[in-house]
């Protein structure tokens, strides 16, 4: 079935420091592909999503390239802040997995400044 | 406010009681989702309604759980005889198409 693994937690980083969290998939067919934000004390939020093979999706200066080769779809971020410090949960949808969302762990970032 | 909206927030029960959650979904969407997550997991899917038929039901919802959507409006989550293993938060979520709307969920913990 499908399946999301992500890089392990927690990320500590200065601010203006470069982040990526990395994602890879196991699917059948071809999903969709998300990354959600969940800010402290917050719902999730959807940050960036990606619908097929090369797509980018970015929001808030964060992007993401969906890859089907290396079945990876890795959150980038060139400069961060403080305010950036959230869990981080990769996802996909469609395949086997229908319409359901099939969420990754999360990724806990902290930002210092 | 037009998001996604639970109620309760949070609820306190004791083990064996029942317990029932209540989602209201952005007006226009016709799909409407319930998750699980427990500390330090992503959520997991427990079902999924497209307007009132429900189409999808995880493995994860045992015969405890029932999920409705009468009228294809706002949808209950039931969970009968709760016990320790049942605490978690419950999150909605809600969508025309792929991209899905969360709420803040409910917090459920059984002593």
């Known amino acids: 079935g499908n399946s999301v693994t992500q890089m392990e937690g927690p990320v500590t980083l200065s601010e203006e420091a470069f982040l990526t969290i990395n994602c890879t998939y196991t699917?059948?067919?071809?999903?969709?592909l998300f990354w959600y934000v969940q800010y402290p004390g917050e719902g999730l939020q959807l940050l960036l999503k990606?619908?097929?093979?090369?797509d980018k999706g970015s929001n808030k200066g964060f992007e993401a390239t969906y890859r089907k080769e290396t079945t990876s779809f890795h959150l980038e971020k060139g400069s961060v802040q403080v305010s950036d410090s959230a869990v981080y949960f990769c996802?996909?949808?469609?395949?086997?997995?229908?319409?359901?969302?099939?969420f990754g762990k999360g990724t806990s970032l902290l930002v210092t400044p | 406010d037009t998001g996604v909206s639970q109620d309760p927030r949070h609820k306190i029960t004791k083990r064996g009681q029942n317990v029932t959650f209540r989602c209201d979904p952005i007006s226009e969407h016709n799909r409407l989702y319930w998750y699980r997550q427990t500390l330090g997991q992503g959520p997991e899917f427990l079902t999924y309604?497209?307007?009132?038929?429900?189409?999808?039901k995880s493995r994860l919802l045992s015969d405890r759980f029932s999920a409705e959507r009468p009228k294809g409006s706002f949808s209950t989550l039931e969970i009968q005889r709760t016990e320790q293993g049942d605490s978690a938060m419950y999150l909605c979520?809600?969508?025309?198409?792929?991209?899905?709307?969360f709420g803040p969920g409910t917090r459920l913990t059984v002593l």
């Open positions: 699917a059948t067919g071809y999903p969709s």
């Open positions: 979520a809600s969508s025309t198409y792929d991209e899905q709307f």
């Open positions: 996802a996909l949808s469609g395949g086997d997995s229908g319409y359901a969302l099939n």
């Open positions: 990606a619908t097929k093979a090369d």
């Open positions: 309604f497209q307007n009132e038929a429900q189409l999808e």
